[in-house]
């Protein structure tokens, strides 16, 4: 596998405070807010060569989502509605459902696998995630895989 590069979808509580940090001197410089890097990383508080160092390494998910295919799976309590609640989510942002399995619960849970394609009037596509995540009896939800 050499000379290939491996791509993680990662939250963002799991991530060094430093590339956290490149994200934000580069929103500071894409939004003209910072007219220099060196003026965005002191805002930033972090070195230049830091922000070199990272800053083609890490951007924020909903930025290369477009026109892409999302496969989720999410855990879920066996209740009346709220499969239609998580699907309200979704349609919400605007991204467009293109498959739904919902598994046999199990133990009053059950599994649901969803293909969702990102659209470019789809809202932020990290936001739609803890909107899924925050609804009463959903266990979690992740992302398996971005075409």
Same mark, same amino acid.
């Given at each position: 596998?050499?000379?290939?590069?491996?791509?993680?979808?990662?939250?963002?509580?799991?991530?060094p405070?430093?590339?956290?940090k490149?994200?934000?001197?580069?929103?500071?410089l894409?939004?003209?807010?910072?007219?220099?890097?060196?003026?965005?990383t002191?805002?930033?508080?972090?070195?230049?060569?830091s922000?070199y160092?990272?800053?083609?390494?890490?951007?924020?998910?909903h930025?290369?989502?477009?026109?892409?295919?999302?496969?989720?799976a999410?855990?879920?309590?066996?209740?009346?509605?709220?499969?239609?609640?998580?699907?309200?989510?979704?349609?919400?942002f605007?991204?467009? $459902?293109?498959?739904?399995?919902?598994?046999?619960? $199990?133990?009053?849970?059950?599994?649901?696998?969803l293909?969702?394609? $990102?659209l470019?009037?789809?809202?932020?596509?990290?936001?739609m995630?803890?909107?899924m995540?925050?609804?009463?009896?959903?266990?979690n939800v992740?992302?398996?895989?971005r075409?």
């Amino acid at each position: 596998m050499e000379g290939t590069t491996a791509y993680y979808v990662v939250k963002e509580k799991a991530l060094p405070e430093v590339l956290l940090k490149v994200v934000e001197v580069n929103r500071l410089l894409d939004t003209k807010k910072a007219a220099s890097v060196q003026e965005a990383t002191d805002r930033a508080g972090i070195s230049r060569s830091s922000y070199y160092k990272y800053k083609e390494d890490i951007f924020p998910f909903h930025d290369s989502a477009q026109g892409t295919t999302l496969n989720l799976a999410c855990q879920m309590d066996d209740e009346p509605g709220l499969l239609s609640d998580l699907l309200k989510v979704v349609a919400d942002f605007r991204a467009n $459902i293109l498959t739904i399995h919902q598994a046999i619960p $199990i133990n009053g849970t059950a599994s649901l696998s969803l293909s969702v394609q $990102i659209l470019p009037n789809t809202g932020d596509v990290s936001v739609m995630i803890q909107e899924m995540e925050k609804i009463s009896g959903v266990h979690n939800v992740k992302v398996l895989a971005r075409e």
